[in-house]
């Protein structure tokens, strides 16, 4: 479903990763981590084309990006590999002017020119797919920050992706919110859907995930099954990032 070659990106002098290869089969759930700062969020950046890579290539589905494209094939690519992908970010992003359901059914009727009538029955589908139906009319000021992030995902399903891709999607979330989304999450991986997900909920990390992937340095340092991860990580990067959990204080 997503190969990724040799892909690197810098900022100035900063080099964010690179060298980094990626290969991600249909239906599995990958989640990366990693310490701030090791390029996870960016990464994901670059496959949603929010990021422009300054070498390797991407390619997602039948849709492939290639730092050596001139400039026309790289925004077709990204174009298509945009209508592939839903992301879903840190912050909600909800516009404050429309309610949820107008929220969630913008971009089909926009980009996928469906009708009006199409659009609200599948979002009022996917509202009541995240738990929110009896909420479609109110606005984002109204609703809880876990509401808002379940609208979000909502909205991001609405453009009928086959890959979904999140940016620490609970960590603008008091702890006791945080739950209510990681419950869709791991419900659309038992529905198939192909994920990855940056996070710091590393009981998510092990309960859902396929596979771990742990960054540092703007590297893969390795990547493995969670109980291999978790239990007999097998670099010393690794091991140190695992004790600081362990060492941090539990969340009330």
Known sequence: ???????????????????I???????????????????KSTLLRCLNGLEVPDEGSIRVGDATWNASMDASAKKEAVRHIRTLTGMVFQSFNLFPHMTALENVIMAPTIVKKRSKAQAVETGESLLAKVGLLNKKNEYPSRLSGGQQQR??????????PQIMLFDEPTSALDPELTGEVLSVMKQLATEGMTMIVVTHEMKFAREVA????????????????????????????????LRQLASEPETE
Do not use: W
Not at 27 to 38: A, F
Not at 151 to 160: G, K, N, P, S
């Open 1 to 19: 479903m997503i190969e990724v070659n040799k892909l690197g990106k810098s900022f100035g002098d900063l080099v964010v990763f690179r060298d």
């Open 21 to 39: 290869d990626l290969h991600i089969r249909s239906g599995e759930i990958v989640v990366l981590v990693g310490p701030s700062g090791s390029g």
């Open 151 to 160: 609208v979000a995902i909502a909205r991001a399903l609405a453009m009928q």
């Open 210 to 241: 396929n596979r771990i992937i742990f960054m540092s340095d703007g590297k893969i340092q390795e990547e493995g099954s969670p109980d291999q991860f978790f239990v007999q990580p097998q670099t010393e990067r690794a091991r140190k990032f």
